[in-house]
Each structure stands twice: as structure tokens, then as C-alpha cells.
């Protein structure tokens, strides 16, 4: 099989796009950070997956993390204090994040996580918004959104109830505990777990399956899947974001970071 890398210099090296046969291949690649999204790779996913859709050849498009350490670590932390501070900052953060994940989540071709290692906050809504989840025994997840003080917009938190209906999605956002694979595919975080050494013949075995199936019929049972999880016209979607918000505006969420980069437990206030 032919790997053709496209669209490099066009967008940061920490997201590399590579076509593989019929299969398109997004990388998050900064291992050193455990592939943790900067601003500039949340600005890639869409780009790179519009190129997908537009190439024919493509029939289903693989996420994975680069390093076999981690799939998405979650957000990078170190551009917090300059972009997610302030409002007028968390905002424009919060578009562009919201942007590439519901490029994702609405995308018309099938979409597969491939998760090896850690699959943490942000990342584990990458994967969530993708159609199939499959991860090797030694992955980990959780959601430390709690831990740090942020806000966790509203989409994010539709797609964890999606996965694991409203008691489940309780446990996980409340106590903000990490999960093993095999404990995440109970509570229905992933759909497969596998043995690391049998990751990619697995992911092959799906991606055959899927490609052998007709586009159109599968485009057509996704679009109406999707439907089917929209949030309902009585949600109110701006109180939520306000919610959101008032998080990264707190005394908590600057504890919450100054906690993280000193490496200690926060002390929270609820203020």
C-alpha cells in the first residue's frame, strides 16, 4: 500500500494527514506532550478532513496519536494562560475547538478512533465524536475537567451521554476517575479493546468490512443516527454556554491552573 502524506506546509506539523489506500489518516503528532491539541491542530482537523471529503478515493478516515503512548492527552495546558484567559480569549478558543469537533461528529464518512494510551478530557470527546472506538488493553480514560476548573461545553458532554447514557456520564464528569480499557468498554466509553500486538490487524479487519460496503447507504444511516442525537429545541443552549463561561472566568479555574503547572492538589472554593 502507497502512504501519501497531502497538505504539509499547509497546516502545523503537529497534525499529520496521509492517505493509505482507500483510508485517510489524521495523526496528532506531539508525542513529547502526549499528543495534547494545541489551537493550531484544532485549526487542522477540519481542514484536513474537508480534503478527505473531497477525494473520492477516500471511503472512511482513521484517527490516531502518534508515539503508541497516547491517542489525545486532552487540551495543551500551556496555552491556557494565553488563550483560554480571559473572555474574549476562551471564546474565540472555544469556536475554533467546537468547530473541529463538530466538523468531526457531523463528518458523512465513517470515522474510527484508534486509541493506544491515554485518551483524557478532550481527547476522549475526539473520540466520542467519531463513529467506532477501538483501543488497546493498556489504554486509560477520563474527563479531569473537575480537577482543573474549566468549562466543558455543552456538545462535549451531549456526546459522553450519547456513549454511556446520563448515570454513567455522572460518574465519570463528578469524580473525574480514570478508566482502564476494559472498565471504559463496560460503562460504553469504546466499543472494542483489543491487545496492543493486535491493534492494527483489528482496525484492518474493521476497515475492510466498512469499506466494502456502499457510501451512500452508510452516509445516508449516519446522517440519520446523528439526527437522532441532536439536542432538542428545549435545551437552553446559551444558558450553557454561559455556564461554561463563568468557569474559566472563576478563581477555580486560575487555581486550577497554577495547581497543574505546580504540580500539587487545587484548593478550590466553588467561587
Known sequence: MTIQRI???????????EKRGAAGWLTFNDPQRHNAVSYEMWQAVPV????????????????????GKSFVSGA????????????DAVVEYERVAEAAQLALYDYDKPTIARIQGYCIG?????ALCCDIRIATEDSTFA??????????????????????????????FLTAGRYGALEARELGLIGKVVPAAELDQALERLLAQIQANAPLTLRAGKKMIRQLQQLGPEVDVEGMRRLVL???????????????????????TGA
Open 246 to 268: 463563568e468557569c474559566f472566568e472563576s478563581n477555580d479555574y486560575r487555581e486550577g491552573r497554577k495547581a497543574f503547572a505546580e504540580k500539587r492538589a487545587p484548593v478550590f
Open 122 to 126: 478532550g481527547g476522549l470527546n475526539i
Open 76 to 87: 495543551n495546558i500551556s496555552q491556557f494562560d494565553t488563550l483560554r484567559s480571559g473572555e
Open 143 to 172: 474527563i479531569p475537567a473537575g480537577k482543573l476548573g474549566l468549562g466543558y461545553r455543552l456538545t462535549a458532554i451531549r456526546n459522553l451521554v450519547t456513549a454511556v447514557g446520563p448515570a454513567n456520564a455522572l460518574e465519570i
Open 7 to 17: 497538505l504539509q506546509g499547509e497546516i502545523t506539523d503537529h497534525i499529520v494527514a
Open 48 to 67: 484536513v478532513l474537508e480534503a478527505y471529503r473531497q477525494d473520492p478515493q477516500i471511503r472512511v478516515v482513521v484517527l490516531q496519536g502518534a508515539g
